[in-house]
T-cell receptor, first 113, second 109 residues
Framework: DAGVIQSPRHEVTEMGQEVTLRCKPISGHDYLFWYRQTMMRGLELLIYFNNNVPIDDSGMPEDRFSAKMPNASFSTLKIQPSEPRDSAVYFC???????????FGSGTRLTVV | RKEVEQDPGPFNVPEGATVAFNCTYSNSASQSFFWYRQDCRKEPKLLMSVYSSGNEDGRFTAQLNRASQYISLLIRDSKLSDSATYLCVVMGYGNKLVFGAGTILRVKS
């Protein structure tokens, strides 16, 4: 299995630009999670999906952030407009259940200048 | 109070040493517990689940104390390759996994 695949690996963008992060979960996993990691705040759960349906988006920082999962094999996290404080590593993870161990992708390192 | 609290370290130990990390959690109803390992600039990877009776995986032993709401990880015969950040993970409110901030381990030759 190829594991959880995220793209791009690195993204540098200017403040105000739209950023789209992509994730392909492990085939057969019915849960997908988006996390953000910073030195100050550690790993924070932004949103998670079950069977492509958003279940809990309480961690999404504000309206500039949106996430979609149009099918079982693809999800996006969009930031519009981006701000320097959005700079972080964004991880996607998938699982067979919320209480099971998650498998993480390699992450997208986002820098907003 | 944070849902999961860990000593950030770093723990600096020589090769061959035994080292233990603890973590405390606030949700007494939590049912699932894990230790993850994260190498520098990499993604977190599942190290082991933690069971009520305690469990062992090679040089690694995990313990759970529900009464005191803490979890421990013991690493015996430390290797240089054990150097990483160890994340304590608890299933929190809303059945979501909550990650601690991590404990840094540095094993020196």
């Amino acid at each position: 299995d190829a594991g959880v695949i995220q793209s791009p690996r690195h993204e540098v963008t200017e403040m105000g630009q739209e950023v789209t992060l992509r994730c392909k979960p492990i085939s057969g996993h019915d849960y997908l999670f988006w996390y953000r990691q910073t030195m100050m705040r550690g790993l924070e759960l932004l949103i998670y999906f079950n069977n492509n349906v958003p279940i809990d988006d309480s961690g999404m920082p504000e309206d500039r952030f949106s996430a979609k999962m149009p099918n079982a094999s693809f999800s996006t996290l969009k930031i519009q407009p981006s701000e320097p404080r959005d700079s972080a590593v964004y991880f996607c993870a998938s699982s067979l259940g919320t209480g099971r161990g998650y498998t993480f992708g390699s992450g997208t390192r986002l820098t907003v200048v | 109070r944070k849902e999961v609290e860990q000593d950030p370290g770093p723990f600096n130990v020589p090769e061959g040493a035994t080292v233990a990390f603890n973590c405390t959690y606030s949700n007494s109803a939590s049912q699932s517990f894990f230790w993850y390992r994260q190498d520098c600039r990499k993604e977190p990877k599942l190290l082991m689940s933690v069971y009520s009776s305690g469990n062992e995986d090679g040089r690694f032993t995990a313990q759970l104390n529900r009464a005191s709401q803490y979890i421990s990880l013991l690493i015996r015969d430390s290797k240089l390759s054990d150097s990483a950040t160890y994340l304590c993970v608890v299933m929190g409110y809303g059945n979501k996994l909550v990650f601690g901030a991590g404990t840094i381990l540095r094993v020196k030759s």
